[in-house]
């Protein structure tokens, strides 16, 4: 090369032969890997650690729906909503009855059904008779199909949670029927939540 009058030599070094493509996206991967680990473990848990995956949005409805005619994962993303609306007292509650959910999953619908009836019964406030109209609980428990209600009324009796109280001339609303009983219209909480 001649500059200024000058010749001046430059020397080109021969490519370094260095590790293949995939060697090197291997290894970038580890290490991006790595200080991802390192990043998290040093962290503080977000909220979003201990969230379920956020539900694809369907791109026609389908017909997995829950009781409501919400679907299943839709519900439970207006709860977690919800929940933030709560006032502390029931945020309070929430644990609780959240870890009595947890433990009744297993247990299969029957035992659920039972759960849900006898908290709203217990949540209810009776009448000047300590009495509560089924009526009261049917409209609290709008989603529950009516067959499941008795179905989990009648084994509430049967564990004595509740006493189930015969129909009385005048009394109007839902009524639950046993064979050698008769008809029920109301309720009475014998043991306390």
């Known amino acids: 090369m001649d500059i200024d009058g000058e010749t001046t030599l430059v020397m080109q070094r021969p490519a370094a032969k260095g590790p293949s493509s ?53 519900r439970g993303e207006r709860l977690l909503l919800e929940v933030l609306r709560a006032p502390p007292e029931y ?5 609780d009855v959240a870890h009595w959910a947890m433990q009744l999953q297993g247990r299969g619908l029957a035992a659920l059904d039972g759960a849900i009836v006898y908290l709203a019964v217990a ?3 009776p009448d ?11 409209q609290k428990l709008e989603t529950l199909p009516s067959y499941r209600l008795t179905q989990a009324l009648g084994r509430l009796e ?24 008769g008809y029920f219209c109301r309720v009475r909480l014998r043991r306390p939540l």
């Open 22 to 74: 995939w060697a090197r996206r291997s290894w970038g991967a580890f290490v991006r890997g790595f200080w991802a680990f390192v990043d998290w473990s040093h962290r503080e848990p977000r909220l979003g650690d201990h969230l379920p995956p956020i539900p694809e949005r369907p791109a026609r409805v389908t017909t997995l729906v829950c009781e409501g005619g919400i679907a299943e994962r839709e």
């Open 91 to 95: 945020l309070h509650a929430l644990a």
């Open 123 to 125: 949540r209810t406030r």
């Open 128 to 138: 000047k008779n300590g009495e509560i109209p089924i009526r009261w609980i049917e």
């Open 158 to 181: 049967a564990e004595g949670a509740i006493e189930l109280l015969p129909a009385r001339e005048g009394d109007v609303g839902p009524r639950v029927y046993d064979e050698l009983r």
